[in-house]
C-alpha cells in the first residue's frame, strides 16, 4: 500500500506549471524576437533594393564589412549593429 502525500503532490504540480508558464513565456518571446528580427531584415533589404546599394556598398560607405552590415541587417542586438542599423537609416530614409 503505497501512501501519497496530497500536500507534497499539489507543491509538485504547482511547480511543473510554474515551469511551463516560464517555458512558454520564453518561447513566445523568442518567437516575437525572430519575427522583429525578419521583418527587420526585410525593410532593410528592400530599401537597399530600392535605393539599388548593395551591402558590399553599404559597408564601404559605413566603414565597415560586409560580414557586419549582414549581421546589422539580420537584427543582431551589438551596440555596433545598432549604431549601423541607425546610420543604414538615415543613408535610406528608412523611419521608425
Known amino acids: 500500500m503505497s501512501y501519497v502525500n496530497y500536500r507534497q503532490l499539489s507543491k509538485?504540480?504547482?511547480?511543473?506549471?510554474?515551469?511551463?508558464?516560464?517555458?512558454?513565456?520564453?518561447?513566445?518571446?523568442d518567437q516575437s524576437l525572430e519575427e522583429n528580427a525578419k521583418k527587420c531584415e526585410i525593410r532593410f533589404k528592400v530599401?537597399?533594393?530600392?535605393?539599388?546599394?548593395?551591402?558590399?556598398?553599404?559597408?564601404?560607405?559605413?566603414?565597415?564589412?560586409?560580414?557586419?552590415?549582414?549581421?546589422?541587417?539580420?537584427?543582431?542586438?551589438?551596440?555596433?549593429?545598432?549604431k549601423l542599423r541607425k546610420k543604414m537609416q538615415k543613408i535610406l530614409g528608412i523611419t521608425d
Open 47 to 82: 530599401a537597399l533594393l530600392e535605393h539599388q546599394i548593395n551591402q558590399r556598398e553599404m559597408a564601404t560607405k559605413l566603414g565597415t564589412g560586409p560580414q557586419q552590415i549582414n549581421r546589422a541587417i539580420k537584427g543582431d542586438t551589438s551596440p555596433m549593429s545598432k
Open 12 to 29: 509538485l504540480m504547482q511547480e511543473l506549471d510554474e515551469e511551463i508558464t516560464k517555458k512558454k513565456v520564453k518561447w513566445m518571446f
